[in-house]
């Protein structure tokens, strides 16, 4: 998915906040918001969304020399979302259809972004996404190809909501590998908020390597072809994989005007696409 114009001024917010999570002077973030500003503008708008904020949170790491300004957040939305596991798997054995119910508390998950700048209630959010309809339905379609598929692939979003994906993946009888961040990106997953709620307990957890976070390496590209079966979450996963030629299954909560346009979806909406 490319880029669009307003991704320029949802990125910079992006990055003033991320400089402001570090200890950094002011000067220091004034720094950060000039250099970006400036890298943001010499880039093409026919690069990903994903493209442009890696560049941009590059900035932040370089200028405030703090490798992962989210750590404590990640870390909390880990243990916060582990404390309601009890209830949420009692209720996922009491659905009518436990597969429906645990895509639903993984789409659910996807609340839990910092990037496009919102605040976050988890149990709200679970609420509703357990009753809402989905406004993009290729369900059935998931449903049908995980019945035969032996090789799942599961691109991972966030801290927090990779504890609800751990409540899908249980379920799926497959060998699942389930990729995640190699170094902090925001609040993303990386291998050890993924091995922190017990991931590797239930599949093989790796991560795309030095590919970078906008980018795909022919070896990847590669990869996605070759699963049974992708599962993408979040929409950054979407921005960066909604054209590569593989059938992935895209599940999220559709949280920005650009991302809604693209998928078909209001914003505030879910969808398995």
């Known amino acids: 998915m490319d880029a669009n114009l307003q991704c320029a001024p949802c990125v910079l917010r992006q990055t003033l ?18 250099r970006a500003a400036a890298a943001i503008s010499e880039m093409s708008f026919a690069a990903t969304p994903m493209q442009i904020a ?16 989210f750590a404590e957040h990640k870390r909390v939305a880990n243990e916060t979302v582990e404390g309601l596991v009890p209830e949420l798997r009692a209720g996922l054995e009491r659905a009518d259809d436990p597969f429906e119910h645990g895509v639903r508390l993984a789409i659910a998950g996807n609340v ?7 605040d976050v209630d988890i149990e709200a959010t679970i609420e509703d996404v357990l009753e809402q309809p989905f406004a993009v339905d290729r369900l059935d379609e998931l449903r049908a190809d995980l019945e035969t598929a032996s090789d799942v692939l599961y691109l991972a979003d966030n801290a927090g909501e990779i504890v609800l994906d ?3 993946i249980e379920r799926l009888d497959a060998d699942v590998e ?6 902090p990106f925001l609040n993303d997953a990386t291998a050890a908020e993924a091995r922190a709620v017990g ?28 699963a049974d079966v992708v599962i993408s979450k979040g929409q ?33 909406s879910i969808v398995v696409a």
């Open 112 to 118: 839990i972004d910092v990037g496009p700048g919102h």
């Open 199 to 226: 991931l590797g307990d239930v599949a093989s957890v790796r991560t795309r390597g030095a590919d970078g976070v906008g980018t795909i390496s022919e070896r990847f590209d590669q990869r996605l072809r070759e």
């Open 166 to 168: 751990r409540l899908l």
């Open 54 to 69: 890696a560049r941009a949170q590059s900035i932040v790491r370089e200028e405030t020399g703090d490798g992962d300004p």
């Open 236 to 268: 950054g996963n979407y921005e960066l994989f909604s054209d590569v030629d593989a059938d992935v299954y895209f599940l999220f909560l559709v949280k920005c005007g650009v991302v809604a346009d693209s998928v078909g979806a209001p914003e505030g």
């Open 17 to 34: 906040e991320t400089a402001q999570q570090t200890d950094a002077s002011d000067a220091t973030r004034e720094r950060v918001l000039r």
């Open 178 to 183: 389930v990729v995640v961040k190699d170094r």
